[in-house]
């Protein structure tokens, strides 16, 4: 079984969201990690998508090929412990992707980048602690702590992703608060989307959609 959605977006963009979504319009979804009947392999239960991407990737060519049965992924990036990796900034990864599954269509959840980045700020410590510790593509160590860094970090993802895909018409980037964005995404993929809300909310951000 091949690949037919997988998401760039950063995390807090609406990933927790689109999954449910992408779930419940049939597709086998992997967000951020393997969860429950998302495999069969017990050494796989758990394991982070980011992790798994990358080793079928080095393994076999194939970033995807350790997770027969996935169609679609809506978060892939890490930031644990040590780890930290981001997929969705690596364009060496996604052609391969595109090569191995030529049918996959790319989407780019987004939102508001200030809005994004005050989710992040609440997101545990994601904001004020992990981003400026950790070594992440276009935010190095020591950098992220602010909004404006925060920010700059954000758009300038999107403004990459938007140069390599223009003209891409298996390319979608959609904003999660944008209501037409469940039609969107439906006609894009080519399949009927039979819920859209809110999933994942930071309490202290409730009327902002969250990761």
Do not use: C
């Not at 990459?160 to 006609?187: K, N, S, Y």
Request: net charge positive; aromatic share 8%.
């Amino acid at each position: 079984m091949s690949l037919i959605a997988v998401n760039l977006g950063l995390p807090k963009s609406g990933t927790t969201t689109l999954a449910k979504a992408l779930r419940l319009a049939g597709l086998k979804v992997a967000d951020h990690r393997l969860r429950g009947r998302q495999t069969e392999d017990p050494a796989l239960k758990g394991a982070y998508v980011a992790q798994l991407l990358y080793r079928g990737y080095f393994e076999t060519g194939d970033p995807a090929a350790l997770m027969p049965g996935i169609t679609a992924i809506s978060e892939m990036s890490m930031l644990h412990g040590a780890h930290s990796i981001w997929p969705q900034t690596d364009l060496a990864l996604i052609a391969a992707l595109r090569r191995h599954h030529p049918q996959v269509r790319f989407l780019a959840s987004s939102r508001d980048p200030f809005a994004m980045s005050q989710s992040m700020l609440a997101w545990s410590n994601l904001g004020e602690a992990r981003l400026p510790a950790s070594a992440i593509p276009g935010l190095p160590p020591g950098f992220g702590e602010t909004s404006r860094q925060r920010m700059q970090w954000i758009e300038g993802h999107y403004a990459t992703l938007r140069h390599v895909f223009r003209g891409d018409d298996a390319f979608l980037e959609f904003d999660i608060a944008d209501p037409g964005a469940p039609a969107r995404i439906a006609a894009f993929l080519g399949r009927p989307l039979p819920w859209w809300g809110r999933m994942n909310a930071n309490p202290a951000f409730r009327p902002a959609v969250a990761r």
